[in-house]
């Protein structure tokens, strides 16, 4: 910092020219946060830009002196901002910065413990880099390479929600953020957007599992942060689907309001919106707008099967609900480059609860996929965070199946749920195995079952609603009318679900649909 500075100002002192009709002034600022020194030299002569300065050509006459290249060699970043003509006060802006990275990092409540020397190596890797208002330092899908460390200014966390983006918090500076999605190498399921100009560090994935290896306090750290998530949104929406029960009985007390208004501040937000959703449930109950928006929030949940693209599996869901929402639900969700989780489940009852219920479902399934890698693993975590805080002793049928794209081996767990098939050469084959639904009963341990896919072989899911349709006349669809829909259903996946759509429509006629219609198809190609 001293040679910087001397080297600035020497060449100020002695070679800055006046700006005409000015005397010379030469003003010094230095500011220290977070492991970062910025020099800032304000002058009043001519301009002269000293971000650029290279060694002078052979023969050529050197501008700016060695003095300026040494500065350029000693600081991090250089920026220079010559005077406005137009403005009240006529100057010059020099900015030099320079920085710790082992500091940077130090300062940061995520890194508390870590020893110094694995804070110098994870530093020695990491990449500074700034950023203008509005700009996304992590995009919400996109698969979590690495994480920031943001060391000025503040960023929102945001999450796209039916088109419109939805702030989670906003964190100040110094703060660690991308972490969990990087350590977990899943894609992100939120934004970070700038808030202002901010100063950031980029650590990769690579450099912060090597720190965890060296450390592992701090990969625990990480955990310990994700299970304080899942802790606070279990409890709450726990909370939130019993509130809404209530709600739709007409008999939601004013204890039970204020607890709803009350959430962990990280879902402040999410409370909100919430709330007011609830305002207009108790104005406007079971009218169909209201009731439309509710499911277009429910369909939100869902994932699109146009994103997912491998060219070695075709896949394709839909769900055609018996109300406005419901409880049926699918998932579909890469783990890495060779494996596809597929999951289908229904929860009991109908209405909003379910529908609330069914989100909790849906969440703690992918957030148990993002920490365990068996299938029977993933099913018993679910079924352990759909457990906690579950006073309505709802619960919901899932299978849960891992396809490895490499081989067609599927590894799975039927908790309860309508039996899948599997569609190979002209035969449908259905697959045994069933355990107990979950949401009920933690610490519950579930078995593996295994089958095979050929290439052209497919695995068609689906949920009671298909199964159970029935006539006017009370004659049901059955197992022996799917699987004949299934022999002439086509050779896509798409094709195979829209088929047993219509076929299902077609048998029960204008008799009122009494469950959800949902179906899951997976196809290797």
Do not use: W
């Not at 002196?65 to 991090?76: C, E, K, S, T, V």
């Not at 870590?114 to 208002?133: D, K, M, Q, R, Y």
């Not at 983006?165 to 999605?181: C, H, K, M, N, Q």
């Not at 002209?426 to 896919?453: D, K, M, N, Q, S």
């Amino acid at each position: 910092m001293d040679v910087c500075i001397e080297e600035a100002l020497a060449n100020l002192v002695m070679h800055g020219t006046p700006a005409a009709g000015l005397d010379k002034q030469i003003g010094l600022e230095i500011a220290v946060s977070n492991g970062e020194i910025v020099v800032t030299i304000e002058d009043i002569c001519v301009p002269f830009d000293v971000e650029h300065v290279a060694p002078p050509a052979p023969g050529a006459r050197a501008v700016g002196g060695a003095g300026l290249r040494i500065l350029h060699a000693i600081a991090d970043e250089v920026r220079y901002a010559p005077a406005d003509p137009s403005a009240a006060r006529v100057v010059n802006h020099l900015s030099i910065v320079l920085r710790d990275p082992t500091a940077v990092l130090a300062a940061v409540p995520a890194f508390s413990g870590v020893p110094t020397e694995v804070l110098a190596e994870l530093g020695a890797s990491a990449l500074h880099e700034t950023f203008a208002s509005g700009a996304l330092l992590a995009r919400q899908g996109e698969v979590a390479e690495g994480a920031y460390v943001v060391t000025r200014g503040a960023v929102d966390v945001i999450a796209a929600r039916g088109g419109e983006d939805v702030v989670l918090a906003t964190l100040s500076a110094p703060v660690l953020v991308g972490e969990i999605g990087a350590v977990a190498n899943v894609p992100r399921t939120a934004s970070v957007r700038a808030v202002g100009e901010v100063r950031a560090v980029r650590l990769t994935r690579a450099a912060l599992l090597a720190a965890g290896y060296k450390h592992p306090p701090l990969l625990v750290q990480v955990i310990a942060r994700l299970g304080d998530q899942i802790r606070a949104v279990n409890g709450a929406l726990g909370l939130y689907a019993t509130g809404f029960a209530a709600l739709e009985r007409g008999d939601l007390t004013p204890e039970m309001r204020a607890a709803l208004m009350a959430p962990p501040p990280d879902l402040a937000p999410f409370a909100a919106a919430l709330a007011r959703l609830a305002d207009r449930i108790a104005q406007e109950r079971r009218l169909r707008s209201d009731m439309a928006a509710a499911a277009a929030i429910q369909r939100a949940l869902l994932p699109v099967p146009s994103a997912f693209s491998d060219p070695r599996c075709d896949v394709f869901a839909d769900i055609k609900p018996a109300r406005e929402v419901g409880g049926d639900f699918y998932e579909i969700m890469r783990l890495d480059e060779d494996h596809l989780l597929l999951a289908i489940g229904d929860v009991c009852g109908k209405g909003v609860a379910a529908s609330l219920f069914m989100s909790v479902v849906l969440t703690a399934l992918r957030i148990a996929a993002r920490t365990h890698d068996r299938v029977e693993d993933i099913v018993a975590a679910a079924n352990d965070h759909a457990s906690a805080d579950n006073a309505t002793s709802m619960f919901a049928t899932l299978f849960c199946g891992i396809v490895d794209l490499r081989n067609g081996d599927v590894s799975y767990v039927n908790c309860g749920h309508v039996g899948p098939s599997r569609v190979s050469a002209g035969r449908v084959t259905p697959l045994e195995g069933v355990a107990p639904p979950i949401g009920l009963f933690p610490g519950r341990a579930y078995r593996t079952l295994e089958t095979r896919l050929a290439r052209g072989d497919m695995l068609v899911c689906v949920s009671d609603g298909v199964t159970e349709a029935m006539t006017s006349a009370d004659e049901e669809y059955g197992d022996a009318r799917l699987a004949a829909c299934l022999l002439r259903a086509g050779d896509t996946a798409e094709g195979c679900v829209n088929r047993i759509i219509a076929d299902v429509d077609a048998f029960v006629g204008d008799a009122e649909p009494s469950d959800d219609l949902t179906c899951l198809v997976v196809r290797l190609v």
